[in-house]
Nanobody, 126 residues
Framework: QVQLVESGGGLVQAGGSLRLSCAASGGTFSSYAMGWFRQGPGKGREFVAAISRSGGSADYADSVKGRFTISRDNAKNTVYLQMNSLKIGDWAVYYC???????????????????WGQGTQVTVSS
């Protein structure tokens, strides 16, 4: 059983930056593909970014490509989401998720992920 705890959210002005962290415990972190998802006000939860077990592959939603960077440190059991040039539309609760896959691939679909964190709020002001 994997526990995921997100941190790093907060209030930021449009154009600013934040770095989210997701610390994992209770499992072998390097065995999990990881993803970030978000749910904005009145919206469904959507894919943001994903990274493979090794960190060698990453995938991004079109809406964040070029602004967000996902990375992981398997020695620290942590996945990160660096968010730059934040927009009002990035305002959401951000969740990290873990997929215990044998494949060194990235995954966009939410059902691919077995474990989820509680989320961290990102608020972007104008």
């Amino acid at each position: 059983q994997v526990q995921l705890v997100e941190s790093g959210g907060g209030l930021v002005q449009a154009g600013g930056s934040l770095r989210l962290s997701c610390a994992a415990s209770g499992g072998t972190f390097s065995s999990y593909a990881m993803g970030w998802f978000r749910q904005g006000p009145g919206k469904g939860r959507e894919f943001v970014a994903a990274i493979s077990r090794s960190g060698g592959s990453a995938d991004y939603a079109d809406s964040v490509k070029g602004r967000f960077t996902i990375s992981r440190d398997n020695a620290k059991n942590t996945v990160y989401l660096q968010m730059n040039s934040l927009k009002i539309g990035d305002w959401a609760v951000y969740y990290c998720a873990a997929n215990p896959t044998r494949s060194d691939s990235t995954f966009r679909s939410q059902p691919s992920y077995n474990y989820w964190g509680q989320g961290t709020q990102v608020t972007v002001s104008s």
